[in-house]
């Protein structure tokens, strides 16, 4: 039969009654259901999809916050029998910490869906290049101005928590409550050490993370409907954590409530929104872990191919029912994929880039890939046109690549990095390192806040340069607007060039002092867009083709 203590959260000697044991046992099963769920989304933190939402962000939110959730449970069980200067500092500091890593990761949502809009516009910005200038005042404004609206966030975030640190340490140093020595207030019960002015800046705090931050997010976060539901989830965790504030400070500070914190202790009325919080924060990024494992299973079944756009519930009962079909037909299915794909970035990537953007947050691959598509046209274009790349149109076509180097690959000057493999990305870094380098050198002692400043001449098309035709003898006005056009979409805004502002430093840069590496060619960046496609091809290919269809059925009912 059960056995509650009468007395319940009284002060006294510890609760090992039924609910005591009863907390106890939850606390411990929750914390490792928590923590064994955080081993995939760690080991898969390089998947672009668990990626962006900042897996290390999840871990230190998770973290901390389950810190707080096993002390707060076990204080019924403990019955007060821990110092009160602990509870002060896992009060005024783990658990606003926790809180504001967990608004962290709304940010990221916030600003990640903002900022992919700018891929559906003309321009790309890239990050100011260089050092700043040497004064302390303009160096801090320079990099001000390099950080994204995020960092910008997290540095305001984490400045906060400076100054929390800082006021709680001031807080417990001067209060007798908490030690012999102080300046105010005086050695006390245990009961009465809980309750006092030292305990309201751990409440501002709470207030302003979950009363301000989050309802700010609410009704800022675009609404769009993304496949990983990560808005939906967020949504709900704000919520759910608007009610333990209030709630607490009835419970400590009133009377009325004492028969409820005999049983229910009021650090306790913080647990439902944590426990709503690790949930949601934690079950989009394990789901997005665990499809990936079943995905990589699936690929190594010999049949996969035939069927490239079936979910992981469907495929098992493909697989049985197909499990003779040859390699032959799987690498023709794929092929056909492969140049449905290629068609649409060819024609009209429009619609696909809209839904990489606002529904995988992903519209940085569909952009690199088109851009890089059309970079390698003008290049084969004007090598079939004079049978050779004149020497100054090559510094076009170099300066072109770095543009799409640092508008889509380089993290330090990109906000739309793609998601490449270190290999890849460090042959290309030692391909561009060089020129890049000089141009730093150069823009460090500059007060320009962008990187270019004129109209790009691979836009405007004139180029004037000497060129050996196949005669090898003419020299003429070379004008790239004049060559044969690849296709519908070369004259498609969004597309060409990969950053339409500000670029006169690097056409001055290398027209003056740099020349072309030797290892630049129209090949360059055929690794970086292999390894995109096959992203694309095996992520958002083929959910957009799943997502036309589904609009298409429902077109057809209603």
Known sequence: ???????????????????????????????LCVWLSLIPIWMCRGIPSIKMRKPHLIIASVFLLQIYLIIITNVYTMNGNFPCGLEFWVMSLIFPLGLGFYQLLNMQLLFRSTEQQILLSEKVPIKPIG????????????????????????????????????????VFMGSRKFHAFGSYDSETTPAECRRGPEWVPSIIWQFLWSWVLGPFLLFTMPVYHDIYHWRQQTIIAIIAN??????????????????????????????PGLVTIQIVTIAGPLSLAMKHYRWERMKNETNYWQYPYLDASTWEMTRTQNSGTSSGTRKNNEQSNMQALEIVLDSNPSHLLDYASRKEYSGENI??????????????????????????????????????????????????????????????????????????????????????????PMESGAVSV????????????????????????????????????????????LASNSEVPESFDVHVFDAAEASVRHMVLHGTWRNYNKAVDRESIASADG
């Not at 959260?9 to 914390?31: A, E, K, Q, R, V």
């Open 1 to 31: 039969m059960a056995h509650v203590n009468p007395g319940g959260h009284n002060f006294g000697p510890p609760n090992l009654d039924s609910l005591g044991i009863f907390y106890t046992t939850m606390s411990i099963i929750f914390t």
């Open 131 to 170: 050092r700043g200038p040497s004064q302390l005042i303009p160096r801090i404004k320079h990099n001000w101005s390099k950080m994204s609206q995020y960092e910008r966030w997290r540095a305001v975030v984490f400045s906060g928590m400076a100054i929390q640190f800082i006021v709680s340490f001031a």
């Open 242 to 271: 608007l009610f333990g504030s209030p709630l607490w400070l009835a419970a400590t500070y009133s009377d009325s409530w004492s028969s409820v914190n005999k049983f229910w202790p009021p650090p306790l009325w913080f647990s």
């Open 367 to 456: 952009k690199f890939l088109v851009v890089v598509r059309k970079w390698k046209a003008t290049w084969n274009r004007t090598l079939k046109s004079f049978g050779e790349v004149p020497p100054p149109t090559m510094q076009q076509l170099y300066q072109s690549a770095i543009e799409i180097y640092l508008t889509y690959i380089d993290p330090r000057y990109s906000d739309f990095s793609v998601n490449l493999e270190s290999r890849i990305y460090t042959n290309l870094h030692a391909v561009f390192v060089n020129t890049i380098r000089s141009l730093e050198r150069r823009r460090s002692d500059t007060t320009a806040s962008t990187p270019w400043e004129a109209q790009d």
């Open 466 to 509: 000497s060129s050996s035709q196949r005669d090898g003898t003419s020299t003429e006005n070379f004008n790239l607007a004049s060559l044969p056009k690849m296709s519908a979409s070369e004259s498609q805004d969004r597309i060409w060039p990969p950053n339409d502002t500000d670029k006169s430093a690097i056409a001055g840069h």
